[in-house]
């Protein structure tokens, strides 16, 4: 069977490092990648149609446009990729196509669905550790009888951590999978049968973590 292809969603500016990643772990678990940014894609719709699988990565902070936040001039946004990644979940809406979305992803997956976002989590967690790291130094808590810990076959995982905002509120039809002994969101997931799924930290970063890579297979076997 040939592979499915699975878009995955990147800046046109950043983000080579994060996408040639992301490559590697799709490539591994049996799909084939490319590469979506909102300079190379024309139709959306047309885009969508092709995908058999979407990854919504990480990079910029969303737009606080489309959530009702504080515009924070010092704060990098890429309100081209934003509409971008709304469009496509928009596409997708009406078909079975799995979503998997990585640190901002998983934020712009609950946006989509109508949720929130904690804007600062050291505002609103002052005594969050300021952790920031591709290696595995972050625990986190996965809920029971979730697809998360179906996928991760556990219920504790170590993670890398490079966010300053999460979700608050999942959305419509969507739940926490997975939290940080703060209680900070790490992963959201939807309550019924299609695949949304969306992780806080970047599972991209850890080939060498098998947990990390049953996403990437998981992914890929709903793309099938």
Known sequence: MSRPLIGVTTSHLRGWRSWQFQRFAIWRAGGKARRLTARRVDDVTKAASALDGLVIGGGDDISASLYGGAVQPAIRIDPERDRLEYSLLDALAGCPVPVLGVCRGAQMLALWRGGSLIEDIYTTYPDLPRLRTVLPRKRVDVEPDTRLAAILGRDQVWVNSL????????????????????????????????????????????PQKSAQQRLYRALVAAAR
């Open 163 to 206: 966010h300053h905002q999460a979700v608050e509120r999942p959305g419509d039809g969507m739940r926490l999978a997975a939290a940080d002994r703060r209680g900070v969101t790490q992963a959201i997931e939807h309550l019924g049968d299609r695949f949304l799924l969306g992780v806080q930290w970047h599972p991209e970063y850890m």
